[in-house]
Nanobody, 116 residues
Framework: QVQLVESGGGLVQPGGSLRLSCAAS????????MGWYRQAPGKQRELVAT???????NYADSVKGRFTISRDNAKNTVNLQMNSLKPEDTAVYYC??????????WGQGTQVTVSA
């Protein structure tokens, strides 16, 4: 089995920064694409950013230029650096990891609240 543990959420003022981290552990031969999604109250879960094993990234238009995704293949971790946060970034953020031969896994979610 595979477990994902997220950390780094919290309360921040508009314009502030947060860094989310996600570590995958368990029966992992190799990880594929990793990423972050978010879900605000009353809304569907949406893609925030993804990164392939080779380092190619994809961002939602709403976070381009403010968020940066990165990963460490040796440690099976993925991070999301979030700068210039806005109230509309408030959501539960979920880590996503594709594990070769096993499938897709999701973290338990971490709350990010941007408010004055």
């Amino acid at each position: 089995q595979v477990q994902l543990v997220e950390s780094g959420g919290g309360l921040v003022q508009p314009g502030g920064s947060l860094r989310l981290s996600c570590a995958a552990s368990g029966s992992i031969f190799r990880t594929g694409t990793m990423g972050w999604y978010r879900q605000a109250p009353g809304k569907q879960r949406e893609l925030v950013a993804t990164i392939t094993r080779g380092g190619s990234t994809n961002y939602a238009d709403s976070v381009k230029g403010r968020f940066t995704i990165s990963r460490d293949n040796a440690k099976n971790t993925v991070n999301l650096q979030m700068n210039s946060l806005k109230p509309e970034d408030t959501a539960v953020y979920y880590c996503y990891v594709r594990v070769d031969a096993l499938g897709n896994y999701w973290g338990q979610g971490t709350q990010v609240t941007v408010s004055a």
